[in-house]
């Protein structure tokens, strides 16, 4: 089992930042690929950001060159640093994980999830 627990949500301006963190224990977290998730209101859980295990990332197209995941192994920790924020970045973001992820942007590949933070930009 690993457990994973989100922190660094809160309520930003539009072309503000914020870092959100996902900390986990439980097992050896440099064996599992890590990734970030997000719930508009109203819509389906969407994919944001991925580090594999060995620290090579992938982005959705809405957030690439505004958003960076990275990791420390050390902390057993995965950040997600969000720059240049939206209104249209407004959700709850999930923490997700696993050891073997056959579809990258399908919720349903990951087997670990935290219990979200909300993120709101106002305009």
């Known amino acids: 089992q690993v457990q994973l627990v989100e922190s660094g949500g809160g309520l930003v301006q539009a072309g503000g930042s914020l870092r959100l963190s996902c900390a986990a224990s439980?097992?050896?977290?440099?064996?599992?690929?890590m990734a970030w998730f997000r719930q508009p209101p109203g819509k389906e859980r969407e994919f944001v950001a991925i580090?594999?295990?060995?620290?090579?990332?992938y982005y959705t197209d809405s957030v690439k060159g505004r958003f960076t995941i990275f990791r420390d192994n050390a902390k057993s920790t995965v950040y997600l640093q969000m720059n240049s924020l939206k209104p249209e970045d407004t959700a709850v973001y999930y923490c997700?994980?696993?050891?073997?992820?056959?579809?990258?942007?399908?919720?349903?590949?990951?087997?670990?999830w935290g219990q979200g933070t909300q993120v709101t930009v106002s305009s």
């Open positions: 580090s594999w295990m060995r620290g090579t990332t």
């Open positions: 439980g097992r050896t977290f440099s064996r599992y690929h």
């Open positions: 997700a994980a696993d050891a073997l992820v056959s579809i990258v942007t399908t919720p349903r590949s990951y087997d670990y």
